[in-house]
T-cell receptor, first 112, second 115 residues
Framework: DQQVKQNSPSLSVQEGRISILNCDYT??????FLWYKKYPAEGPTFLISISSIKDKNEDGRFTVFLNKSAKHLSLHIVPSQPGDSAVYFC???????????FGGGTRLMVKP | GAGVSQSPSNKVTEKGKDVELRCDPI?????LYWYRQSLGQGLEFLIY????????KSGLPSDRFSAERTGGSVSTLTIQRTQQEDSAVYLC?????????????FGPGTRLLVL
């Protein structure tokens, strides 16, 4: 039973446009949500996070939105750049914070 | 300072052999995590250490898998009698774990192929 789902395995966006990556979760005990970016042959690198007490967190070109009632979060990248091309993983943690539960990832391709 | 390092970066082994994977966390990070990523899949939690103790082993897929951490630093993940389904990228992460949801920093992973 997947508790964190990324329903789009891939997304293609033109350079300069907005990329929107979506994530849904089922466990209402999740309190913290993180986005990681992964290049081939490298480990995931942390991108941005949000606590359940917020509905938006912004860091430069990256913004994460959380809709708790819908158990949905999204990552917006604007403007998208070719260097953003990677696999993006959504992850969630409960208040104990002992482990991250990851989604299956979305491969983003930003075309020049 | 240095990030999380893992060795070996790649490991090819024959079915039935034992393998040991090593993780060096970021200095000072008290929490250490092992995950694995099978082909085309997301990351799957295996085990978590706080200091030298492992309060959460719930993700270990079978009793062929074990892990230890000594001195609150280096950790070793051991897979005994490897099977082909063990082939995956094994990722280690560490964290200061000062609060729930604090960022985990990942190493580059060990790519294990069981023939």
């Amino acid at each position: 039973d997947q508790q964190v789902k990324q329903n789009s395995p891939s997304l293609s966006v033109q350079e300069g446009r907005i990329s929107i990556l979506n994530c849904d979760y089922t466990n209402s005990m999740f309190d913290y949500f993180l986005w990681y970016k992964k290049y081939p042959a490298e480990g995931p690198t942390f991108l941005i996070s949000i606590s359940s007490i917020k509905d938006k967190n912004e860091d430069g070109r990256f913004t994460v939105f959380l809709n708790k009632s819908a158990k949905h979060l999204s990552l917006h990248i604007v403007p998208s750049q070719p260097g953003d091309s990677a696999v993006y993983f959504c992850a969630a943690s409960n208040n104990a914070g002992n482990m991250l539960t990851f989604g299956g990832g979305t491969r983003l391709m930003v075309k020049p | 300072g240095a990030g999380v390092s893992q060795s070996p970066s790649n490991k090819v082994t024959e079915k039935g052999k034992d393998v040991e994977l090593r993780c060096d966390p970021i200095s000072g990070h008290t929490a250490l995590y092992w995950y694995r990523q099978s082909l085309g899949q997301g990351l799957e939690f295996l085990i978590y250490f706080q200091g030298n103790s492992a309060p959460d082993k719930s993700g270990l897929p079978s009793d062929r898998f074990s892990a230890e951490r000594t001195g609150g630093s280096v950790s070793t993940l051991t897979i005994q009698r490897t099977q082909q389904e063990d082939s995956a990228v094994y990722l280690c992460a560490s964290s200061l774990a000062r609060y729930p949801g604090e960022t985990q920093y990942f190493g580059p992973g060990t790519r294990l192929l069981v023939l």
